[in-house]
């Protein structure tokens, strides 16, 4: 849940008078990303989404995720829109911090994912990739390989008193994946946090991709692999392999991954399992005082990693090689 | 802010499936009430409020509530309407806790009410109070003058460490208040909570009356002291008499108040300050460890409750005796 900063309606006001988006009927605050706070908008003209981004989100990265949400949303992919103001600028300042109005998109996230719903997001991922490939601004991926050690000693003495080994595993992890990361994968633009509470569906029917924040250049695979963890596991952590091959199934129909991307698949996974292993026990070891938020596990985290340790190739995540369904 | 308990989108659906407002298109959780959780929900058929009843709404009150909007908005009060499900009932249940779905009022609510605001307020009051006059259910005010001495022992070690004094404050006026309190006022349904959070406007024009759940029958100048004290300080917390004198014109032009009421007013006002004063005495002694919600300052109240004590009359409230505005 997320509304740090709070918003006046005379404030307001003044602000959309600098879009032409109508007249302000309503707006609530809404307990929906953990990064910014959230506004649902209803105007004359429709609903909207306003955002104010707080610190975590540096202002010199909102040009990327902003145009990226207008370029992906002009070649066809339902994700949130912005919406220019009367200078032609895609976010300015409201109490104090930037400020973006979006579209409002209808749908729902699902808590307990289906097949149908995995496939359709693996389609919808693959033409994200696809859409992104013509975009031409470039971020890093702090999150990827290169940022992981410095998470791993942010929050390497917390490991061993959540469990027993845990440091052992990070470790020994960390050093293998650091070696064998593959360099030679294609890249482009991943949306690199696809998760459940990301994607809007009405029925089965994926309705719009949300929450571009941790959008960046990084080896789309990864992408896939992301999505493997958040999509395709159980409350339970069990490996669900149907809704993988769903998935897997769904993104191949739109762009068959290569044979080194098939190959390197369980290695992703089990760096985008470390990844989020490493930000939750970092979270989780930095609650401040009244937060808002309940830190997730980090040892669902440590469960997934060691599923995917033990997979031998993409055969083990129910697809063959080749994008054939199995 | 206040989502406590979080819907899963198939639960939801099947909750709607009870009722006729159309197929569910999204749901937002809403930072609005401190006492529900509360989900701003877009159906084929327009915009609803669905609110789950946390613990502090004791279920046997319900009923009265939610037919008390209905009777109001019958009357032409703009306040929420509870939807009736298919069979028939305002209410039911949902992840275990009573929930109903109201329809959707546009409008904002006034971080900084003006004169006009609070003219408009009044005038809405005191519709209110007329079309509460045949509403056949009864409630009792559990934070009338009755209540306050159990809340003052629960407060009572806290108030000096707050403020020097404030426990002879609060001993001298509830004996006072005690003694003084009316019993011959006109009495009927009263909001009892009527905040500027829970008044919404289209520009100056009011636009609904929303949140009853300290709804109840008492004597209606008490609740137009609440509005006194909510609505004409400012946030220095000293009294604008313009805005209490458009605040209580605007009330008489739909019910002038009695010479008792009138006479009545400035203790009303005392109890009412003294009611606030006391319950967020008590909410600040028992913040829970991660609360969401960050207690109002009491002394706020008390302020206000010195000031009122300085009052003579109702023309220290901007207005001669009989309504006249001075």
Known sequence: MAVYTDVAAEELAEFLRGYDIGELLSYKGIAEGVENSNYLLHTSKGSFILTLYEKRVASEDLPYFLTLMSHLAERGIRCPQPEKNRGGAVFG??????????????????????????????????????????????RANPLSVGGWRALFEQSAAGADPLQHGLHALLHAELDYLEHAWPKQLPDGVIHADLFPDNAFF???????????????????????????????????????????????????????????????????A?????????????????????????????????????????????????????????
């Open 93 to 138: 300042t409201l109490m104090g911090r930037p400020a973006a109005i979006i579209n409002f998109l209808e749908g729902v996230w699902p808590r307990r994912p289906n097949v149908a719903q995995c496939a359709a997001v693996g389609e919808g991922l693959a033409r994200l990739h696809l859409a992104g490939q013509d975009f031409p601004l470039r």
């Open 202 to 268: 009405l029925g089965d029917t994926l309705s719009g991709i949300i929450d571009f924040p941790f959008a960046c250049n990084d080896i789309l695979a990864y992408d896939v692999a992301i999505c493997l963890n958040a999509w395709c596991f159980e409350p339970d952590h069990s490996f669900n392999v149907t809704k993988a091959r769903a998935f897997l199934g769904g993104y191949g129909r739109e762009r068959p991954l290569t044979t080194s991307e098939e190959d390197a698949l369980p290695l992703l």
């Open 270 to 326: 089990r760096g985008a399992a470390l990844r989020f292993l490493l930000t939750r026990l970092v979270d989780s070891l930095n609650v401040p005082a009244g937060a808002l938020v309940r830190p997730k596990d980090p040892l669902e985290y440590a469960r997934k990693l060691r599923f995917h340790q033990s997979v031998d190739s993409i055969r083990d995540y129910g697809v063959t090689a080749s994008g054939v369904v199995a």
